[in-house]
């Protein structure tokens, strides 16, 4: 079972998530207390969203704090949009904590950017749609904003992760799954001894899926990575929850059992373990 497996204990099948929810929130970090100019947002979004779908403005409405300013907004698909300017920093350390656990911060020379004012995104999506689908919309709308104000990062949340601008820009342009996996999970990363390394991620539920954790005896930090968003990337797209002993691998020969065990931030939930040999 190894270490982890004794440790947390072992479960028999995968966890029941609550269903995601169709409102989504985040955080675009800021430079400098200034919301993004309607027309160049608009432009943006055309650079990450799907062909064919688009951003306007929508009904302007009177704000409930009206010292606060507002940006009303409506993708073509149908989903709204509220954007406030927060004219302060994040409180607390949860952005810097957020950063940590960023991929992009794994990157030699990284510091996290600091803010100084932060735009709330509330982001109203649409009944009908597959989780994927809309948080991928949320991911096209967040890089529009990022890119056409003056955004140093982006937090997520319910994620607890953030990724810095020229980072999240990059990755969201690119629109296939195993960049949205990796804007999507944050990565507690734990070296342990003898080389070995285990990997957690911290955003799975958000689409209704369970989080991972990854154990490697003997894989690079790189060859860790890309193993265990490529399992992200594999259950995403199966768009279920891998059922106990059921297996996955590198190659079409590697058989690696799945197992659930208690995940070793949270004792009241379970996560799906992989151990690569």
């Not at 704000?63 to 409506?74: F, G």
């Not at 996996?181 to 990565?187: C, E, I, Q, S």
Request: charged fraction near 20%; glycine fraction near 8%; avoid cysteine.
């Amino acid at each position: 079972m190894g270490w982890l497996g004794k440790l947390f204990g072992r479960g028999d099948g995968p966890p029941a998530i609550a269903a995601p929810s169709r409102n989504k929130l985040a955080f675009v970090l800021l430079a400098e207390p200034r919301l993004p100019e309607l027309a160049p947002l608009i432009a943006a979004f055309e650079l990450y969203s799907e062909p064919g779908e688009h951003l306007e403005a929508g009904a302007e409405e009177a704000p409930k704090k009206p010292e606060l300013e507002t940006l009303t907004l409506r993708l073509s698909s149908g989903e709204t949009v509220i954007v406030g300017l927060m004219p302060v920093a994040v409180p607390g350390d949860e952005v810097e904590a957020g950063f940590a656990r960023g991929v992009g911060s794994f990157r030699p020379g990284f510091t996290a950017p600091s803010h100084v004012a932060h735009l709330v995104v509330f982001f109203s999506g649409a009944d009908d749609v597959d989780d994927l689908t809309s948080f991928s919309r949320f991911t096209a709308l967040l890089a529009a904003l990022a890119k056409s104000a003056p955004s140093v990062g982006v937090y997520l949340g319910s994620a607890a992760v953030a990724h810095d601008t020229e980072f999240f820009l990059k990755l969201a342009f690119a629109r296939d799954t195993v960049a949205r996996m990796t804007l999507w999970n944050g990565v507690s990363l734990a070296k342990r001894p003898y080389g070995a390394l285990s990997l957690l991620s911290t955003g799975m539920p958000q689409i209704g899926l369970p989080d991972l954790l990854l154990e490697t005896r003997s894989s690079t930090p790189t060859e860790a990575l890309t193993s265990f968003f490529d399992l992200l990337t594999y259950v995403a797209e199966l768009g279920r929850p891998l059922a106990a002993h059921e297996t996955v691998g590198r190659t079409a020969e590697e058989k690696l059992h799945v197992k659930y065990v208690r995940s070793p931030i949270d004792p009241k939930a379970r996560v799906w373990h992989v151990e690569l040999p």
